[in-house]
């Protein structure tokens, strides 16, 4: 009810107490003067003048209180509902959101670990890599040969084109670690290096099927190269990952077969880059995120046995 009908209320509430109180005057003073308790004609009319409306106004309150109690307890049954239906679909969303990041690990966002700083200096050069140019006068055989992989991959479902890209590089380049090849350890190539050398470490794969994919249509940001331990061989190593509503795709100089992470129990991830983000990743332990422990500056994918 407004303002306006309030006051309109209040003035007939008003009139009726004064009605009231002249009825009861009234009766009281025939009585004492030993009358009958009747009211003259006149002034029982001028009351119920006054009463008839209030009785009106009154029946309209009522009904109106009703009505807006009736309505109030729906909006709040309503409100009770959405709230908790809203809850519902909110924490189930958030179990959505949030889904495992590669190998079953928990991924923590950082920008200062080594690694940043080299894959800083290597992206720009693998998001702008083509490969139908060769301005180099090694590596364009390779380049030729990787480029026609990624024209034939454009046209092919997502299976076919990330597997025949591993196979391709895996088959161009020669595994040689850093410190043969580039005489520093640990050194991260860009693409055109690795394919003027034909060689490089398992980073250096990564690097090139990362750069082939998003010549091929892959977005960059669903790719990250990650660096890890393999638990069983003891040794770090480095893998592509794709990222997608189906899991993990792990792509592997190891393998020409492309596997989803699931199937790699023995990779326990360590660091990972991706355009211009960078995560380190640790476990789940008793219900704490727990990141790596390793010392990541002694972390050299490719440079031999990992120290326990």
Known sequence: MNKKSWNHCAKYLKT??????????????????????????????????????????????????????????????????????????????AARSEPSAVFHSVAFRVSSIPVARKWK????????????RCAQQSGCAARGILGKAIENAESLAFRHKISGINRTVNRLVRYQPDAENYGSKDYWATPAEILGRGKGDCEDYAILKMAALKAAGLPAEAMAIVVLRDVRRN???????????????ILDNLSDEVKLDSALPNYQPLFSVSADRSWIHGVKSTGDKVASTAPLSDVMPGEGVALR
Do not use: C
Not at 58 to 64: D, E, F, K, L, R
Not at 235 to 249: E, P, R
């Open 121 to 132: 200096t290597v992206f720009p050069a693998v998001a702008a890599t083509d490969f139908s």
């Open 235 to 249: 040794f770090y190593h480095a893998v592509l990952a794709i990222t997608t509503s189906q899991g993990h795709f």
């Open 16 to 93: 009726s107490v004064v009605a009231m109180g002249l009825v009861s005057l009234s009766a009281t003073s025939s009585v004492q003067a030993g009358q009958t308790g009747m009211l003259q004609p006149a002034l029982f009319q001028q009351i119920m003048s006054l009463a008839s409306p209030l009785a009106a106004v009154a029946t309209q309150v009522i009904g109106a209180w009703s009505h807006q109690a009736s309505e109030g307890l729906k909006r709040q049954q309503v409100q009770k509902v959405a709230i908790a239906t809203r809850a519902n679909i909110g924490s189930q969303t």
